[in-house]
């Protein structure tokens, strides 16, 4: 395995409520992601992680938010949960930029009723 | 900013056929490219990488691509099939930027193997 695991794996509830998903990494990797998945439209990031307290927008950031106090943990947290936010959300990890491969988590998948 | 275009979305082939999914690009720089395979209910894991040298890369269960830059192409190819190969792929560049962190995944070509 990779080093890195996904909590919850599924989780189900109510617009309107806060929700936040824990990735945690074992390897010490500077870069975490965090991409939904939905189909026709593949992996969009929502936000990333390039070192402790360091996060930036992805494409696709509205409604979401992300904490990176401590190397191993990035954590996604969706205020205020709505039925557009219903995906399969995964984590990544990257030990550098540009020409390195991402780990990815096994995913969470959210339904948001 | 660069994109990734999968130009597919399903492509169904019968079991030893060979197959050929498309992955095109688009960045203002030199660029880094990957494929990788999700079968069901898992995550994502590498199938290969373009990084620089050979235009034509091998990978994993003996699928291969090729690199072109003239035509920002980066087409993924198995000459023969397995019902095994079911599964989704996904295309994703990463730029050559100083500083560059982002890795862009087009929409993924579900693969469907018939017998």
């Known amino acids: 395995d990779a080093g890195i695991t996904q909590s919850p794996r599924h989780k189900v509830t109510e617009t309107g409520t806060p929700v936040t998903l824990r990735c945690h990494q074992t390897?010490?990797?500077?870069?975490m992601y965090w991409y939904r998945q939905d189909p026709g439209h593949g992996l969009r990031l929502i936000h990333y992680s390039y070192g402790v307290k360091d996060t930036d927008k992805g494409e696709v950031s509205d409604g979401y938010s992300v904490s990176r106090s401590k190397t191993e943990d990035f954590l996604l947290t969706l205020e205020s949960a709505t039925s557009s936010q219903t995906s399969v959300y995964f984590c990544?990890?990257?030990?550098?930029?540009?020409?390195?491969?991402?780990?990815f988590g096994q995913g969470t998948r959210l339904t948001v009723v | 900013a660069q994109s990734v275009t999968q130009l597919d979305s399903q492509v169904p082939v019968f079991e030893e056929a060979p197959v050929e999914l498309r992955c095109n690009y688009s960045?203002?720089?030199?660029?880094?490219l990957f494929w990788y395979v999700q079968y069901p209910n898992q995550g994502l894991q590498l199938l290969l990488k373009?990084?620089?040298?050979?235009?034509l890369v091998k990978g994993i269960n003996g699928f291969e691509a090729e690199f072109n830059k003239s035509q920002t192409s980066f087409h993924l190819r198995k000459p023969s099939v397995h019902i095994s190969d079911t599964a989704e792929y996904f295309c994703a560049v990463s730029d050559d930027t100083q500083g560059a962190q982002k890795l862009v995944f087009g929409q993924g070509t579900r693969l469907t193997i018939n017998p």
């Open positions: 390897e010490n990797h500077r870069y």
């Open positions: 373009y990084l620089s040298g050979s235009t």
């Open positions: 990544a990890m990257r030990q550098k930029s540009g020409n390195t491969e991402a780990f």
């Open positions: 960045s203002s720089v030199s660029v880094y």
